[in-house]
């Protein structure tokens, strides 16, 4: 018989660790990985959703997968095993099953992390949590262990999972073009791939849920960040439909709750002739040193908000409610807001006011594509001092939006449009758009955020004065 010993010593666990900064839960909403599957040291075994991002979890050992202990739609407590894995297959009898998960259990010195082994993810280990873990209704359960939680849970005995595809065969896609297809009931398998290498793309998901529809032609608008996807269907003849709030839109709705109540907010509003700055992205596109970047208005915008923070630095800080301080920051990390199938999320670019203007176009270029894709890490959230919404995009003419908590200003751009403006004496067809900047009061007074303002539009209208001003 396999002593307690032994068996700490083949068996080892992986606990759901703070991908995040300080997050307490995350839901599992893709295992790759069944019991029986060999793994190595940093293969990607599930995908797990908290309250910023989607992330992939890799596994820090090799072994063969003894038990998932959650199924997929799990919302599971940073900290819970998630995954055991025999270290040393065949060298011995299976140990007998584990206590229920929701007992408490001792945890093993072989849990924690190798020695002299750099943790591949922020905040690795555990971090103590009191929050309760709470399965999504009908969820896949992939494993023994998870069954018996599930059949528990619903009151009934557990039935024995399907067995699972072999993931060597399994089709190539990312984990969010994966849960788009769960989301619609498609099946990967019978999707044709258009992508590169044979991956299937966002586009294959839908064209296969949608194959008798001809496609229709998108709007015109300069830089969507990304598609939302679409509402769960309704069941016929349903008058409502419900949809959980969790994940990223969970944690948005708490922010703005938290921001607009607490951030005495001031918005300001100017309409600005834009013509001289849509001649300029003309150009840039055409010159030589901006090859390979995305250039766009919105590029040139960033660089004129740049320009206004650096003669007006005093916009650029945060308030501290604790130390009722006023934090001036020195550095500017640009946030550009963008939608994404599971929310708005708000990634920025690091010490954007040092970047000259083709490294800005990379940096924006590669944050929309990564936000597009659902790569996002918490990181490239975190930190943010002032922001950049793009409502133009959509066909709105400007808004009134809320601040990003912790930052003080944010600017909305609203659509350019070919509008009849006075120019030179003349009334005349001109590239028009409004701005729109919202400031918290409380260290911002209505001087500052003005000149901040003025000084974004004076660039756009003139932006030759990126180079007299900068």
Known sequence: MTTMTETSARFREFKMPDVGEGLTEAEI?????????TVTDGQVVCEVETAKAAVELPIPFDGVVHELRFPEGTTVDVGEVII???????????????????????????????????????????AESSTKRRARKGAEVPGPAAAEVQAELNGRAPVAPAPSPVPEGRPLAKP???????????????????????????DDVHAAATPATPEQPAPAVEEPAAAVSPAPAAAQGARETRIPVKGVRKAIAQAMVGSAFTAPH???????DVTRTMKLVAELKEDKDMAGVRVNPLLIIAKALL?????NPA??????????????????????????PRGLIVPNIKDAHEKTLPELAGALGELVSTAREGRTS???????????TNVGVFGVDTGTPILNPGESAILAVG??????????????????????????HRLVDGELGSKVLADVAAILEQPKRLITWA
């Open 378 to 388: 918490p990181a490239a959230m975190a930190g943010g001092t002032v922001t950049i």
């Open 315 to 340: 916009v650029n800080a945060a308030w501290d409610e604790a130390a009722q301080e006023i934090v001036q920051k020195h550095y500017v990390n640009l946030g550009i807001a963008a939608a994404t």
């Open 29 to 37: 909403l893709k295992w790759f990985v069944q019991p029986g599957d």
């Open 307 to 311: 320009v206004a923070i650096k003669r």
């Open 415 to 440: 659509a350019i449009k070919l509008q009849p403006w006075v120019h030179k004496g003349k009334v005349k067809p001109r590239q028009v758009t409004t701005l729109a900047l919202s400031f918290d």
């Open 84 to 126: 055991a894995v025999d270290v040393a297959p065949g060298s011995g009898d299976a140990p007998a099953e584990p206590e229920p998960v929701q007992e408490a259990v001792p945890e093993p010195e072989a849990e924690e992390a190798p020695k002299g082994r750099q943790p591949v993810l922020v905040g690795y280990g555990v």
């Open 176 to 202: 969010p073009v994966r849960k788009l297809a769960k989301d619609l009931g498609i099946d990967l398998a019978t999707v044709t791939p258009t992508g590169e290498g044979g991956i299937i793309t966002r």
């Open 266 to 272: 001031v918005t300001e509003f100017v309409t600005v």
